[in-house]
């Protein structure tokens, strides 16, 4: 029988390049000093909360998408509860760690046998689950009542700030939950200043996300 091509999934690398896709998007959640609302920590179906890199990892997805329900489940989770998963949605990868036995003779496995000759042997596994938010025939206990988010009054304009970063030519879209520079329609995305405790906070991430739109056009040019 022909042994299949197929690469096998590297669990590390896919950690790996989630980071990374967040890191270039310019989407840190960790580092948000204005309000975002939406949902708590990551939630299991049966409502025990993610741990260590599952929760760091659905939190920024939850941050970066903007889903209300904390609530992530498997497709087989998923149909027991006859809902089913929208069509399109993409899925988020999620680990496990476990150890697993070996005796010292090589290619013999017992998980079962405690002996001093069985060797642990680490290992990490992965699977798939869909946030509540992409899925559909779900009963209402999964779509719980997001936090509202508090307008604070006192978050005005600074004059002389906002008049300064208006006068840059740069295209600024204020909306939304997330702070980012997207280069394929050149425009930068902004909450609007209501949402910051701090106006000060407010003009420094608009300078920060104003210097991923000039690195564009100060950095030199690949050639192809």
Same mark, same amino acid.
């Given at each position: *029988?022909?042994?299949?091509?197929?690469?096998?999934?590297?669990?590390?690398?896919?950690?790996?390049? +989630?980071?990374?896709?967040?890191?270039?998007?310019?989407?840190?959640?960790?580092?948000?000093? %204005?309000?975002?609302?939406?949902?708590? /920590?990551?939630?299991? =179906? !049966?409502?025990?909360?993610?741990?260590?890199? !599952?929760? #760091?990892? &659905?939190?920024?997805?939850?941050?970066?998408?903007?889903?209300?329900?904390?609530?992530? *489940?498997?497709?087989? =989770?998923?149909?027991? @509860?006859?809902?089913? /998963? &929208?069509?399109?949605?993409?899925?988020?990868?999620?680990?496990?760690?476990?150890?697993?036995?070996?005796?010292?003779?090589?290619?013999?496995?017992?998980?079962?046998?405690?002996?001093?000759?069985?060797?642990?042997?680490?290992?990490?596994?992965?699977?798939?689950?869909?946030?509540?938010? =992409?899925?559909?025939?779900?009963? +209402?206990? #999964?779509?719980?009542?997001?936090?509202?988010?508090? /307008?604070?009054?006192?978050?005005?304009?600074?004059?002389?700030?906002?008049?300064?970063?208006?006068?840059?030519?740069?295209?600024?879209?204020?909306?939304?939950?997330?702070?980012? $520079?997207?280069?394929?329609?050149?425009?930068? $995305?902004?909450?609007?200043?209501?949402?910051?405790? !701090?106006?000060?906070?407010? $003009?420094? /991430?608009?300078?920060?996300? @104003?210097?991923? !739109?000039?690195?564009? %056009?100060?950095?030199?040019?690949?050639?192809?």
């Amino acid at each position: *029988m022909a042994k299949s091509t197929k690469p096998r999934f590297d669990v590390a690398a896919s950690i790996t390049d +989630e980071l990374i896709g967040i890191i270039d998007r310019g989407v840190l959640p960790w580092r948000k000093p %204005w309000q975002v609302g939406g949902s708590s /920590v990551p939630l299991r =179906q !049966n409502g025990e909360p993610y741990q260590g890199i !599952n929760n #760091f990892l &659905l939190t920024m997805r939850t941050m970066m998408v903007g889903y209300t329900s904390p609530y992530w *489940m498997t497709l087989r =989770q998923a149909n027991e @509860l006859d809902a089913k /998963v &929208l069509k399109g949605s993409k899925s988020s990868v999620v680990v496990y760690y476990g150890t697993a036995k070996r005796r010292c003779e090589e290619g013999v496995h017992d998980n079962d046998t405690e002996t001093d000759d069985a060797k642990a042997i680490p290992f990490m596994k992965s699977y798939r689950v869909f946030n509540a938010g =992409q899925i559909d025939g779900l009963p +209402e206990t #999964f779509h719980p009542k997001p936090r509202e988010i508090e /307008v604070r009054p006192k978050s005005k304009p600074i004059p002389h700030m906002q008049a300064f970063f208006e006068a840059i030519e740069a295209e600024v879209t204020f909306t939304g939950r997330e702070a980012y $520079y997207m280069p394929a329609v050149d425009k930068i $995305y902004m909450p609007e200043l209501a949402l910051f405790e !701090n106006p000060l906070h407010f $003009y420094g /991430v608009w300078a920060h996300e @104003l210097g991923h !739109n000039a690195a564009v %056009w100060i950095m030199p040019r690949r050639s192809s």
